[in-house]
Structures are given as structure tokens and as C-alpha cells.
């Protein structure tokens, strides 16, 4: 058995969050479900930009949610991907442009 730092049992108690805080759950889990409606943007539409934001928070418990989520909600592998792809591009440009502060500081230093 594969040990990680997340139990991945523990996304089936994501619920039980309501325990210390039940008045807030509530308020949080309305507001979830009503996100994922149907809207301007389709379910799977939804379902794959939570994937990539998943990917580019990190969060293990998201990724395996949305993975499925996606899945079922008709999206393909490559559409799947191709989100994963679209949060890299994201995230390494925010890193990349950060390099503009980096050279603005050394072209301040070097005069």
C-alpha cells in the first residue's frame, strides 16, 4: 500500500467539517453546490476548471475529486490533459514574469 502524506479516506469525511462548525458548513456547502450548477458554463466545463485549479493549488484531495468528478461528467482524457497543460502554462508564466522585478532590481543595483 502506497503511503502518502494525505489519506485519500479522507475525502469521503470532506462533510464532517460541519462538526465544529456547523452554521458556517452549511453556508459553505449551499454555496459549493450551487457553483457547480448548470449556468453559463456547463457541469463538465466547471468540473475541468476545478481540475486545473486543483493542479495549480496543489491539493490532493481535489485533483482525485475532480479527476472523477470530470470523468463522469463526460470529459476526455486529452480535455483533461490539456486543463493540466493550461494551469502549467499559468503557472510557469507567473513565475517567468516575476523574473521582470528580478532585472528591474539588477539594471537599480548595476547603475
Do not use: W
Not at 466547471?46 to 470523468?71: E, G, N, R, W
Not at 470529459?75 to 532585472?103: D, N
Amino acid at each position: 500500500m502506497q503511503k502518502t502524506y494525505y489519506d485519500p479516506a479522507d475525502l469521503k469525511k470532506f462533510g464532517d467539517v460541519a462538526e465544529f462548525q456547523p452554521e458556517l458548513a452549511k453556508k459553505f456547502f449551499d454555496y459549493y453546490g450551487d457553483v457547480f450548477k448548470e449556468g453559463a458554463l456547463t457541469a463538465r466545463e466547471k468540473s475541468l476548471i476545478a481540475l486545473a485549479v486543483s493542479h495549480a493549488i496543489q491539493c490532493p484531495y481535489c485533483i482525485d475529486a475532480y479527476t472523477s468528478d470530470s470523468l463522469e461528467k463526460g470529459a476526455t482524457e486529452q480535455q483533461m490533459m490539456e486543463a493540466v497543460h493550461v494551469t502549467t502554462a499559468i503557472r510557469g508564466g507567473a513565475s517567468l514574469v516575476h523574473g521582470v522585478q528580478m532585472m528591474n532590481k539588477v539594471k537599480k543595483l548595476s547603475m
